[in-house]
């Protein structure tokens, strides 16, 4: 009989085993056009599940065109076997699992409007290229390749390259860490951080808490992991903290997720005193938190805030996702978590399991770059040139743009609310047709509801594109204005 | 009530979620020392669930000393909540997902014997760095360099640098593959390839058939993703088919991972008749395959055969990883996936959402090494070098080691089966006190049994090395051939 082939398994539905099975077996011929199947009763007997379950099996296979069935007399194949030499092609999207399919459907670069050459767009908030010192960068190749050339093209570690490792505990005690019980693991930008760490550290149905609204790439990683995702408002200061504290005693997460400086998409840099206090909300109920290091080395407010790593002292509550890909050498893909040193330990076994390690030539060229003073020159013109680009776009936006409020202190991009009856995702399709690109609110949603907002990227624009740019998303929103206040 | 907070969720067990509730309740002071809880009917009732769910809450709490219960008086908090400024620790090993802690407890870099200065090892198969090219390797950074600077060190694509994904299709072409239908997308190495596969094309539970034995990197990973690996036999000419064809009837497995050429750990070079007789049964079953090019570039063997994704023409069966690691630059960590588009098209997305993209400097660096035509210089440099190496150790192997079967042709290292009584985890405690590493085979069984099997990974030991550890080796054997022999 057909079935005494079949070795039921305890994950896949049974009756989706079943009717693999036979799709399988009528495929490859083993059962023949119009010859009759066994009967459900019979198959629920030989394979001991219910009768219930073959039924589902035969209608599934009925309604997919693959048996057919005479009332009373049973059912009978349909499907012709298929020619030997037939090239039978794969449906590789019917293939994918749930985490493939939302790393596709959650794609921004594939679903929302592309840019394309001679438009404007604030869409990005990558930095300018031209800042960046390529003859130092050359140098330092050469310096290292000179001194460990081979050595750096072959294997390497997990935990990454030593010397780039010491340089960022020291880095990282600089900002006021204790680093003591502390170490570090070099990854593949902040992105393949947060892989690492929600692979390690959650399974599905985890609750995380961040800040509503928050970095898009984030709400997409943790959304294809199967997590759920709770929005805590902000305000000027930062995450609210009644509303963070209700939301740990609700949901009791797994994790709160925080961008504490130039806050992706609202450029808020949370203070002094909320960090403080977040912090003592954490530890009060345990909670350990993914601080993302986003744009702190491009802080250039007054008073000099630290990022919360800094508050715990010797505790190990925090754990820090950094990166400067926001300022520097963003194609080199170098970013690196701070955390516990048992923490760091797995982590590194997770790093070796996914790619082995993070490329040594590139870490050890960054290090030479860092070493020779370089960087902290970089550091010093670039805070001032996005500085003043920033000031020149937020007096611009002043000028042009009718909006509501104006989130934030600074960093690559602006976000700005307009009035409520504005729908950015119109106002989008109407400046994507005269070469204006931003980014709608919507997309750093963590429901995905429409809001009246949008970021402003615009490290790599000229003054002119500025200029020109916000004055038609001036002029839309004024005509979608009018059209509102028509309708009322 | 203390309960009146807890909202349920239905991901984790409900006595879990009481009893995380009622402990942190406790711990930050909501509920003090020696108060009465509510009791469990209570409890039962508020939340709607059954009394006994409830009871597993409370027992556990107490067994965990957290709580105690008076016969007739009902349930008291033991524990003090603990002072506001103590710093509570939080315990890092125990917050791990199943997926980090296989990636941990399977880190044989870990578990295993480590290498440390003077010693023999016979465990690496890196290959020699002193046979790179490392001043074309510089002239190719600079030149470049002096082309696209700044661009190579900002952000880039997922798929990868176009021109390098254009050489690799040309370089797939000539490989006999009919690249229409097929697209590339590049990948930090093999290992990044497989874990972007396993987590876009199965799910916990899925079957994968794989050669018996097989990479121990490959079992990590799928083990860690949930996967039920079932090993097939091989002979001389690889896979065995009608073991093959049997576990794809009883398994319906959801992949087949298969390493052709120089196989890890055995060298099997699977003949081009069973390549042809593999792909025809998958194409029958309808199983797609990933195909692991490993050592692919090395093949020195007498008769040219084609990988199994030149087999296919315009079908779409097979997933190639292609990775030059083990022979050039591993420390860049370059690999390539070469697939149907569709399927590309997918896993672009989940590029994107791991890491964003690889080193675009390394790509451009690699792209622009090979255009040179420095790599075909170096290719054929080192098959003479590996393979004169090979012939070396075989040679030294017959005159030292006792052994009952080897296996393989070439590669960079040799598979040895030694008398059925020899246990080689004893072997290797013993070599390991004299100085001598290699690998035991149970590493590279999917069952992780026991067996009389060793790889010895030869590429960077000197001649004089691998005599002296051959040397170790065979007389370590003989005396647990004695000692046997005098047991029985």
């Given at each position: 009989m057909v079935f005494s082939t079949l070795v039921l398994n305890d994950e896949t539905p049974i009756y989706e085993q079943i009717e693999q099975h036979l799709e399988k077996a009528i495929k490859v011929g083993a059962l023949i056009k119009d010859s009759k199947l066994p009967s459900t009763r019979e198959v629920s007997t030989v394979l001991g599940v219910s009768r219930n379950t073959v039924l589902t099996a035969y209608e599934n296979l009925e309604s997919r065109g693959i048996i057919y069935s005479i009332k009373g007399k049973g059912s009978f194949v349909k499907l012709e076997a298929k020619n030997k030499d037939e090239v039978v092609l794969l449906n590789w999207k019917e293939r994918m699992s749930d985490y493939g399919k939302t790393c596709e459907t959650m794609d921004i670069i594939k679903t929302e409007y592309r840019y394309e050459k001679g438009m404007i767009s604030f869409k990005s908030i990558a930095p300018e290229g031209s800042l960046f010192d390529v003859e130092e960068f050359k140098r330092a190749f050469l310096e290292i390749m000179a001194l460990e050339g081979e050595k750096l093209l072959n294997y390497g570690y997990a935990k990454g390259y030593r010397s780039l490792i010491d340089y960022l505990m020291q880095y990282m005690a600089g900002k006021g860490v204790d680093i003591k019980g502390k170490d570090i693991l070099i990854t593949n930008g902040f992105t393949e951080g947060l892989d690492i760490l929600l692979s390690t550290y959650t399974r599905p149905g985890d609750v995380i808490l961040c800040e509503e609204p928050t970095h898009h790439t984030t709400i997409k990683m943790m959304r294809a992991y199967g997590i759920k995702i709770v929005g805590i408002p902000i305000d000027k200061q930062g995450v609210k903290l009644k509303e963070l504290e209700a939301a740990i005693k609700t949901y009791a997460p797994k994790w709160v997720y925080l961008t504490p400086s130039y806050q992706n998409p609202t450029g808020i840099v949370m203070s002094g005193e909320r960090r403080r206090a977040v912090y003592n909300l954490l530890c009060q109920y345990e909670v350990p938190c993914m601080e993302d290091g986003f744009n702190e080395e491009l802080l250039y407010s007054g008073s000099h805030v630290m990022p919360l790593i800094a508050l715990?002292?010797?505790?190990?509550?925090i754990i820090y996702l950094g990166s400067l890909s926001k300022i520097l050498f963003p194609g080199l893909r170098l970013g690196w978590i701070m955390a516990d040193k048992a923490c760091i330990d797995t982590l590194e076994s997770v790093k070796r399991a996914k790619?082995?390690?993070?490329?040594f030539l590139d870490q050890a060229v960054f290090m030479q770059y860092m070493k020779s003073g370089a960087f902290e020159r970089y550091v010093k013109k670039v805070k001032k040139y996005y500085r003043d680009k920033y000031l020149f776009v937020k007096a611009h936006i002043k000028k042009y743009i009718p909006y509501q409020k104006l989130w934030g202190e600074g960093g690559l991009h602006i976000y700005i609310d307009l009035a409520e009856e504005i729908d950015t995702r119109e106002l989008l399709r109407r400046c994507y047709a005269r070469g204006v690109l931003f980014m709608p609110g919507d997309i750093f949603r963590t429901d995905g509801q429409r809001t009246s907002g949008l970021r402003l990227g615009f490290a790599r624009l000229q003054d002119e594109e500025i200029i020109k740019g916000l004055k038609i998303l001036g002029e839309e929103i004024q005509t979608l204005l009018k059209q509102t206040n028509h309708c009322k």
């Open positions: 715990e002292g010797s505790s190990n509550h790619n082995i390690h993070t490329s």
